[in-house]
């Protein structure tokens, strides 16, 4: 509890806490980790990210067997869907936490929101390093 802010303008924040932002920063953030996996030494693989950057963005890895990750802004949350896999899709709901920072609550799993960083590894790692299990 010791990182809870004494203080926090939680209106302004409130209001910077829509869907609309939320798939924004992640969208921007998806992109980046796209291009930090292209820059690494060695890269090998054909990792592509698309995007329209009102509702929907993707990342795919063409190979073998081509893997998608589909994120969409539905209403109030984001969908992420797999066309190519079995994996169910993801509801990603964001809130806003007492410390005034971004998180995600998957719909339907327990425990702590996720920060943006942990959803984007769960979404992204499978296809940026597939034959190295997590």
Same mark, same amino acid.
């Given at each position: 509890?010791?990182?809870?802010? !004494? ?7 409130? *209001? ?19 291009? &930090?996996? $292209?820059?690494?030494?060695?890269? !090998? ?9 009102? +509702? /929907?963005?993707?990342?795919? !890895? &063409? ?9 969409? &802004? ?8 797999? %066309? *190519? ?5 993801? $509801? ?9 920072? +971004? $998180? ?12 943006? +960083?942990? /959803?984007? !590894?769960?979404?992204?790692? %499978? ?6 299990? *997590?």
């Amino acid at each position: 509890m010791s990182d809870i802010p !004494r203080e926090l303008d939680w209106v302004s924040e409130r *209001a910077k806490c829509d869907i609309k932002s939320a798939f924004e920063l992640l969208r921007q953030a998806v992109e980046k980790d796209v291009e &930090r996996y $292209k820059a690494l030494p060695g890269f !090998r693989g054909q990792i592509e990210f698309s995007s329209d950057p009102d +509702w /929907l963005f993707s990342v795919s !890895r &063409r190979s073998n067997i081509t893997m998608v990750a589909v994120f969409n &802004r539905v209403n109030d949350h984001i969908e992420i869907t797999f %066309p *190519a896999q079995t994996q169910p899709p993801l $509801k990603a709901v964001p809130v806003l936490t007492e410390t005034g920072c +971004w $998180k995600f609550r998957i719909d339907g799993q327990e425990g702590e929101p996720l920060f943006d +960083w942990q /959803l984007r !590894r769960c979404v992204l790692e %499978p296809l940026l390093f597939p034959n190295q299990g *997590a």
